[in-house]
């Protein structure tokens, strides 16, 4: 009879070829990406473009299941109770962050029911003003807005949009008293801006650049890190004084449901790391104003719990009730 010691032993060398082997033989059937948006979107087309190339790497195919919903929960709820094999991924977004703080409970924990992969891109938020707008620069919209509590009105989509959430936190932070004015999508804040309903309008770059283009509205700053590589004359909020630290933009990225195998966690991240330094893909997302960006997956969950923080303190500071 084996003594306890002898047993454990026994019990660890037999767990050791596990990892391995899990890692060689994945994937092994289809891949499911779940999609919390409808087909067509910046989300959809960057989830299908990096499945393309994930089926030629990985040799099994890479299938697209759109379930939008509100605040993705119906996306986020599927991954989160998936078997933890590798097989079903979720389109995770700042969305997912903000969820967190806008409403009072979801089916799922955004940061606990997940394991990060990797990002997969990021993508500008702008500020605009009509082309008729006396604000030729960000800079002078900022001094006027400080200078003149009360006078700006700033165009979003929907209450809890990212968009909404980065326009509180611009006048939060650029210490502005300023109203911000949801309006039900894109078409809508567009109209409102060139009508004279609002003064300026926080939105993502790609959808506004066919305005842009057409002189039907003024592109006068972005709010990412960095300004876009096809448009260097664009200053980002965070060069004005005081708004050093300021720094918003979308992403996009892919996780995995929580007690997933470490080894096939990292051999999907370093799949997306060949895959978005690829120069055709990085060209291929740049056409959805998307900059190809990935990361180790505890960069990512450093993302993500940056951004939980920084958005429930928004929602809070905006006076937002969590539905």
């Given amino acids: 009879?084996?003594?306890?010691?002898?047993?454990?032993?026994?019990?660890?060398?037999?767990?050791?070829?596990?990892?391995?082997?899990?890692?060689?033989?994945?994937?092994?059937?289809?891949?499911?990406?779940?999609?919390?948006?409808g087909a067509g979107g910046v989300a959809d087309l960057t989830a299908r473009a990096v499945a393309q190339k994930l089926t030629e790497n990985l040799g099994q195919p890479v299938v697209i299941d759109n379930r939008p919903s509100a605040g993705g929960i119906v996306a986020g709820e599927l991954v989160a109770k998936a078997e933890p094999d590798g097989y079903t991924l979720l389109l995770m977004s700042n969305g997912t962050a903000v969820s967190a703080g806008l409403f009072k409970s979801l089916p799922f924990n955004p940061r606990s029911d997940f394991a990060p992969v990797s990002l997969l891109g990021l993508f500008d938020m702008a500020v605009v003003v009509p082309e008729n707008s006396p604000f030729k620069t960000l800079s002078e919209l900022i001094g006027y807005g400080r200078a003149n509590p009360g006078k700006l009105n700033i165009g979003?989509?929907?209450?809890?949009?990212?968009?909404?959430?980065?326009?509180?936190?611009?006048?939060?932070q650029a210490n502005w008293v300023a109203q911000v004015v949801p309006y039900n999508g894109t078409p809508a804040v567009i109209n409102a801006l060139r009508g004279g309903q609002v003064d300026a309008a926080v939105e993502i770059l790609g959808p506004m650049k066919p305005q842009i283009n057409a002189k039907a509205v003024r592109l006068l700053g972005v709010m990412?890190?960095?300004?876009?590589?096809?448009?260097?004359?664009t200053p980002t909020v965070r060069e004005l004084p005081g708004l050093s630290n300021f720094n918003v933009s979308s992403w996009n990225a892919l996780a995995a449901p929580a007690k997933t195998p470490k080894a096939v966690v990292e051999r999907l991240s370093q799949e997306l790391a060949k895959i978005l330094a690829q120069p055709e893909m990085v060209q291929r997302l740049a056409g959805f104003n998307v900059q190809a960006k990935a990361s180790t997956p505890a960069q990512l969950g450093q993302l993500l719990d940056s951004d939980i923080k920084r958005w429930a303190e928004v929602i809070a500071k905006a006076g937002l009730t969590p539905a």
């Fill in 1 to 37: 009879m084996l003594s306890r010691r002898q047993l454990i032993q026994t019990a660890a060398l037999s767990a050791l070829p596990w990892a391995p082997v899990w890692a060689q033989s994945y994937p092994s059937k289809p891949i499911k990406i779940v999609v919390p948006f």
């Fill in 156 to 172: 979003t989509i929907n209450i809890g949009s990212t968009q909404h959430l980065a326009a509180e936190l611009l006048r939060s």
């Fill in 224 to 233: 990412g890190e960095t300004r876009p590589k096809d448009l260097p004359q």
